[in-house]
């Protein structure tokens, strides 16, 4: 089970993902300030999410890696990760160098970047320019 929170004056946003044996079972991922709330709940071979008060399925998918987890653990071999507060699967692509992009919606981009198997650093691509995060240690 992981948990993160950024916040800022501006941006808020809170996750909640819990795993058995490597496979995500629920999820809850909001964003107060945008007014999006997503639940994800496994159910046998599908999974049910609860985006805005609409309901859709995800039919015949496992999830194993989500957008939360990029903070935790370097996606080697990974090329999309589940998003819980959108609701969707979103492409990964390596850059090389321990450099990988995750590639959103509306054309943004977030540039991620390990060394040694550890998050150094996420570049978030906003409207307004870029967001640089820091892991505190």
Excluded: M, W
């Excluded at 990974?78 to 492409?91: A, D, H, Y």
Aim: charged letters at 25%.
């Amino acid at each position: 089970k992981g948990q993160y929170k950024l916040l800022s004056s501006k941006f808020n946003q809170f996750i909640t993902s819990e795993y058995k044996d490597n496979i995500l079972i629920r999820s809850d991922g909001s964003r107060p300030g945008d007014n999006v709330s997503t639940v994800t709940q496994r159910e046998e071979n599908n999974y049910t999410l609860l985006k805005n008060g609409k309901r859709t399925i995800l039919y015949n998918t496992v999830i194993r890696y989500c957008v939360s987890d990029l903070y935790f653990t370097e996606p080697q071999h990974i090329n999309r990760v589940f998003s819980e507060t959108l609701g969707e699967f979103l492409p990964l692509k390596p850059l090389g160098n321990g450099y990988y992009e995750l590639l959103l919606p509306d054309d943004k981009k977030n540039i991620y970047r390990y060394e040694k198997g550890r998050l150094i650093s996420v570049e978030v691509d906003r409207a307004l320019g870029k967001i640089f995060i820091r892991p505190v240690s």
